[in-house]
């Protein structure tokens, strides 16, 4: 798994009251600035008036523009390697990665703006506070090659309580500085998916992560609610109810409401494609609302190939330029032959088709070659039992997209061999990680062969065909959150063999708390035939 993911995993509850803990923080975190503030005293003397309004404003204003004003700061040496983020843009999804869970998102708009309110009842907290964490921001980077953990934290300690102690606010100021952190911890540990998350922003991000919490807090505000309707659901739903569930083993990463395949009577499931409408198919979808687990709690031996049809691995690619297909041929068929065939075994890999996808570019699924495709936002999987051999077939008789064609002798070598067809799927952006339309996979052991339904694609000149799927309340969907360029998730959509999972069943979906404004998704997804060796 990636270094910067390591610590996102669901780590269990303290076992103290929640009450226990939260006191013990806020004691712990006053006690420092108390401390700070006596040294204050000890070296400058009694406290002076309160700050002018210049100074506040002006602290007031360092706070505000801390996100942007922090990347522009210089980096004094190699980044430490628990350090994974050397800039805020790059932090700010793995922040929104760990406050996802309905009930955490609320509660850090009770806690910012309630912090907050109580500074602003005194200039000088105000001040203190503004300062403590836009400077803490401004010296993220600078000490980004220092391994120590807590630097940081332990001069924001330092900052609040001398600024507190020169206007006279320190006992205040650190109890209201040590109740926001206790907050924020306690809501981690209890309400969010895991407190090692929390203590891993604590080691080395704490003032990205407050300035975040402040951006963060403003945008759950704007939709509050909606997101206090779904902290009441998720408080209602311990056990998730016939909408779907998740292994209790991960936590709920997203809710959505995926797109089931419906039947109509007196026609079959499918689309036209390129020809005229005959009324013989239909392309209807009614929507379930699921919870999705998170797939990076998944440990690499549950979810993998052989056991859940996927997983994901960290591949980097040499691509500058995925719009430009002759690069996409030249570079990247290579890299995937090479990342199919170390996953799977595979004596060979043939590389017959892709697709470049941009959720920002219209509603087509299938375009024209150089053209962005819109994502499918309809539970399938590419191939069923017929058309996963015909697709050999196909290649030998006319070939495939990349230019592969097939001999007479090697169709018939591959028919007679086991192989699947697997499907590399990647996030092209660069410094971005998918945050809209991410890619949902359905665990192979909670489907129900009765609910396949087979999805007829009528071309002008052949019938195309793969499985669609009926909803079914045991359906267990995962999905790996904010997907970045170099990982690749690999995914079986068909398998020969019979003593293993054979259909990866995956969608795009809508996070329901999808923020406004979240940058549309660009991927690629290329799609392999994994040609087994030879039994002996």
């Given at each position: 798994m990636d270094r910067s993911w390591i610590n996102q995993t669901v780590s269990p509850k303290p076992q103290s009251h929640p009450a226990v803990v939260w006191s013990e923080e806020v004691l712990r975190a006053a006690g420092k600035s108390l401390l700070a503030s006596a040294v204050s005293r000890c070296l400058f003397g009694t406290s002076v008036d309160g700050p002018s309004t210049a100074t506040t404003c002006g602290a007031i204003l360092l706070f505000l523009v801390a996100r942007k004003l922090c990347d522009c700061m210089p980096v004094l040496g190699k980044p430490f390697e628990d350090k994974s983020y050397h800039t805020f843009k790059s932090f700010w999804p793995r922040y929104l990665a760990e406050h996802r869970e309905p009930r955490d998102r609320v509660a850090h708009v009770f806690e910012f703006f309630g912090v907050v309110l109580f500074m602003a009842l005194h200039p000088g907290r105000l001040v203190a506070l503004a300062l403590t964490v836009g400077a803490g921001a401004l010296l993220t980077r600078p000490l980004l090659h220092l391994g120590r953990p807590g630097l940081e934290s332990k001069l924001m300690y330092l900052i609040g309580g001398i600024v507190a102690q020169r206007f006279g606010v320190e006992v205040s100021y650190a109890l209201g500085y040590g109740v926001w952190l206790a907050f924020d911890f306690v809501g981690h540990a209890y309400l969010g998916e895991n407190a090692q998350a929390a203590a891993f922003l604590g080691r080395?991000?704490?003032?990205?992560?407050?300035?975040?919490?402040?951006?963060?807090?403003?945008?759950?505000?704007?939709?509050?609610?909606?997101?206090?309707?779904?902290?009441?659901?998720?408080?209602?739903?311990?056990?998730?109810?016939?909408?779907?569930?998740?292994?209790?083993?991960?936590?709920?990463?997203?809710?959505?409401?995926?797109?089931y395949s419906k039947t109509v009577p007196g026609k079959r499931v499918g689309r036209y494609i390129g020809v005229e409408d005959k009324g013989e198919l239909a392309d209807l979808h009614e929507e379930h609302e699921v919870a999705l687990g998170n797939a990076r709690e998944l440990s690499p031996r549950a979810a993998n190939l052989d056991t859940m049809c996927f997983e994901l691995q960290r591949k980097p690619t040499a691509v500058r330029d995925f719009k430009d297909d002759e690069e996409v041929r030249r570079v990247y068929y290579k890299e995937m032959e090479d990342i199919v065939q170390g996953a799977t075994g595979a004596e060979r890999v043939i590389v017959f088709d892709h697709t470049v996808r941009d959720t920002g570019a219209g509603s087509a699924l299938n375009v024209k070659a150089g053209d962005a495709g819109a994502a499918v936002v309809r539970v399938h999987t590419d191939y069923s039992d017929m058309s996963g051999p015909e697709r050999i077939r196909t290649l030998a008789a006319s070939g495939g997209y990349t230019g592969v064609k097939l001999s007479q002798a090697e169709q018939e070598d591959i028919l007679s061999r086991e192989f699947c067809i697997v499907n590399v799927w990647r996030n092209i952006k660069d410094d971005e990680p998918v945050q809209?339309?991410?890619?949902?996979?359905?665990?192979?052991?909670?489907?129900?062969?009765?609910?396949?339904?087979?999805?007829?694609?009528?071309?002008?000149?052949?019938?195309?065909?793969?499985?669609?799927?009926?909803?079914?309340?045991?359906?267990?969907?995962?999905?790996?959150?904010?997907?970045?360029?170099?990982?690749?998730?690999?995914?079986?959509?068909?398998?020969?063999?019979?003593?293993?999972?054979?259909?990866?069943?995956?969608t795009a979906f809508q996070d329901l708390a999808e923020p406004a404004g979240a940058p549309p998704r660009s991927s690629i997804e290329v799609r392999t035939v994994a040609i087994m060796p030879r039994k002996k």
């Amino acid at each position: 798994m990636d270094r910067s993911w390591i610590n996102q995993t669901v780590s269990p509850k303290p076992q103290s009251h929640p009450a226990v803990v939260w006191s013990e923080e806020v004691l712990r975190a006053a006690g420092k600035s108390l401390l700070a503030s006596a040294v204050s005293r000890c070296l400058f003397g009694t406290s002076v008036d309160g700050p002018s309004t210049a100074t506040t404003c002006g602290a007031i204003l360092l706070f505000l523009v801390a996100r942007k004003l922090c990347d522009c700061m210089p980096v004094l040496g190699k980044p430490f390697e628990d350090k994974s983020y050397h800039t805020f843009k790059s932090f700010w999804p793995r922040y929104l990665a760990e406050h996802r869970e309905p009930r955490d998102r609320v509660a850090h708009v009770f806690e910012f703006f309630g912090v907050v309110l109580f500074m602003a009842l005194h200039p000088g907290r105000l001040v203190a506070l503004a300062l403590t964490v836009g400077a803490g921001a401004l010296l993220t980077r600078p000490l980004l090659h220092l391994g120590r953990p807590g630097l940081e934290s332990k001069l924001m300690y330092l900052i609040g309580g001398i600024v507190a102690q020169r206007f006279g606010v320190e006992v205040s100021y650190a109890l209201g500085y040590g109740v926001w952190l206790a907050f924020d911890f306690v809501g981690h540990a209890y309400l969010g998916e895991n407190a090692q998350a929390a203590a891993f922003l604590g080691r080395h991000y704490l003032a990205w992560a407050l300035v975040g919490q402040a951006h963060f807090a403003f945008r759950v505000a704007v939709n509050f609610p909606l997101e206090l309707l779904a902290a009441h659901k998720a408080s209602m739903q311990d056990k998730v109810s016939d909408r779907g569930s998740v292994s209790r083993e991960v936590s709920v990463a997203a809710r959505a409401k995926l797109h089931y395949s419906k039947t109509v009577p007196g026609k079959r499931v499918g689309r036209y494609i390129g020809v005229e409408d005959k009324g013989e198919l239909a392309d209807l979808h009614e929507e379930h609302e699921v919870a999705l687990g998170n797939a990076r709690e998944l440990s690499p031996r549950a979810a993998n190939l052989d056991t859940m049809c996927f997983e994901l691995q960290r591949k980097p690619t040499a691509v500058r330029d995925f719009k430009d297909d002759e690069e996409v041929r030249r570079v990247y068929y290579k890299e995937m032959e090479d990342i199919v065939q170390g996953a799977t075994g595979a004596e060979r890999v043939i590389v017959f088709d892709h697709t470049v996808r941009d959720t920002g570019a219209g509603s087509a699924l299938n375009v024209k070659a150089g053209d962005a495709g819109a994502a499918v936002v309809r539970v399938h999987t590419d191939y069923s039992d017929m058309s996963g051999p015909e697709r050999i077939r196909t290649l030998a008789a006319s070939g495939g997209y990349t230019g592969v064609k097939l001999s007479q002798a090697e169709q018939e070598d591959i028919l007679s061999r086991e192989f699947c067809i697997v499907n590399v799927w990647r996030n092209i952006k660069d410094d971005e990680p998918v945050q809209t339309k991410p890619l949902a996979v359905l665990d192979p052991s909670s489907i129900d062969r009765q609910d396949f339904v087979t999805y007829e694609m009528q071309f002008a000149e052949r019938r195309g065909e793969n499985y669609a799927m009926r909803f079914n309340s045991r359906h267990k969907w995962y999905f790996y959150p904010f997907m970045e360029k170099d990982e690749c998730l690999i995914f079986k959509t068909w398998e020969k063999r019979t003593d293993r999972p054979r259909y990866c069943f995956h969608t795009a979906f809508q996070d329901l708390a999808e923020p406004a404004g979240a940058p549309p998704r660009s991927s690629i997804e290329v799609r392999t035939v994994a040609i087994m060796p030879r039994k002996k």
